[in-house]
């Protein structure tokens, strides 16, 4: 069975998505975060493996990865560049088991990339995907609410939501 990878060039995609460039104008550090966040909802529907790569911006030091919503995130070392760190990653992964799709609107790196094996999505056809997922992750909420079977009890929304909170085991 076929694995697949989606690799972000995650300055790039900031840069080129209209939300996250409003965002990066105030902190830098929001608008990675809400990547981070839409790409976390990307992951949990595609079932993919996702690598966002940053370069150490603003960052010295050495390389640093973490685990963040269930993404691999990594800060480059210094001197070392996104795309640099992206091309390692897909020389490293890209095998007939493997298939590496790179994110980022960078047309030097997408050439690099495909020597390599690897596809490209743009930074606009990744929003465009986004944007659909956000749609139907939306319409089977919908549907799964309609679905919900009904108390023959009048209940006020306010103690619905309780029941519905102990039902899940939230406090």
């Known amino acids: ?3 697949d ?3 972000v060039d995650g300055y790039n995609i900031i840069g080129a998505w209209e939300e996250l460039r409003q965002m990066k104008e105030e902190r830098l550090a929001n608008a990675r975060d809400r990547l981070i966040e839409r790409l976390a909802e990307y992951k949990a529907y ?3 493996r996702v690598i966002i790569v940053f370069d150490a911006h603003l960052i010295a030091g050495i390389e640093k990865k973490k685990l963040k919503h269930d993404l691999e995130v990594v800060y480059t070392r210094e001197n070392e560049t996104a ?3 992206i091309e390692k990653l897909v020389i490293k992964m890209a095998s007939r088991s ?3 799709h790179v994110a980022t609107s960078d047309l030097t790196e997408q050439w ?3 020597a390599h094996g690897a596809l490209r999505i743009s930074a606009r056809e990744l929003e465009i995907e986004m ?3 956000d749609k139907k992750i939306s319409q089977r909420v919908k549907d799964f609410q309609e679905k919900r079977p009904f108390s023959k ?3 006020t929304d306010e103690v619905a939501e309780i029941f519905e909170k102990w039902r899940r085991g939230i406090k």
């Open 112 to 114: 690099v990339i495909f």
């Open 131 to 133: 944007d659909d997922i």
């Open 98 to 100: 493997v298939q590496v």
């Open 46 to 48: 595609t079932g993919w």
């Open 1 to 3: 069975m076929r694995k």
């Open 83 to 85: 795309d640099e760190r």
């Open 153 to 155: 009890i009048a209940l």
């Open 5 to 7: 990878v989606l690799l």
